[in-house]
């Protein structure tokens, strides 16, 4: 089974920057990392959990609206790791980030239900 290690998450002051790592291991026999799309989603306090970004196996992108400007996804096939630069940071981005990936069938899509593998979160605070 696919399993996601995200990390890269700490406590930064507004305007601040972080990169967030995600790797990738596990892939069932017929599929590969470099057949997949990864998204990372988070999840803020009492809050419902929210796609962040996403980028396919062919190197398209999709941010969230919030995001727009401030977060870049890349990823690393021969490392099978998905990044997300986050820079000039708000107390809004607080969260915990998730990275998912999309493995069986993947098109280019934020929801979250179309994923078919889930990874720990890693902790993102960002302080005013």
């Known amino acids: 089974e696919v399993q996601l290690q995200a990390s890269g998450g700490g406590l930064v002051q507004a305007g601040g920057s972080l990169r967030l790592s995600c790797v990738a291991s596990?892939?069932?026999?017929?599929?590969?990392?470099?057949?997949?799309?990864i998204g990372w989603f988070r999840q803020a306090p009492g809050k419902e959990r929210e796609a962040v970004s996403v980028?396919?196996?062919?190197?398209?992108?999709k941010y969230v609206d919030s995001v727009k400007g401030r977060f870049t996804i890349s990823r690393d096939n021969a490392e099978n790791t998905v990044y997300l630069q986050m820079n000039n940071l708000r107390p809004e981005d607080t969260g915990v980030y998730y990275c998912?990936?999309?493995?069986?069938?993947?098109?280019?899509?934020?929801?979250?239900?179309?994923?078919?593998?889930w990874g720990s979160g890693t902790q993102v605070t960002v302080s005013s």
């Open positions: 596990g892939f069932p026999s017929g599929f590969h990392f470099g057949g997949s799309n």
């Open positions: 980028i396919t196996y062919t190197d398209r992108t």
């Open positions: 998912a990936a999309h493995v069986l069938t993947p098109y280019l899509t934020l929801d979250g239900s179309a994923y078919d593998y």
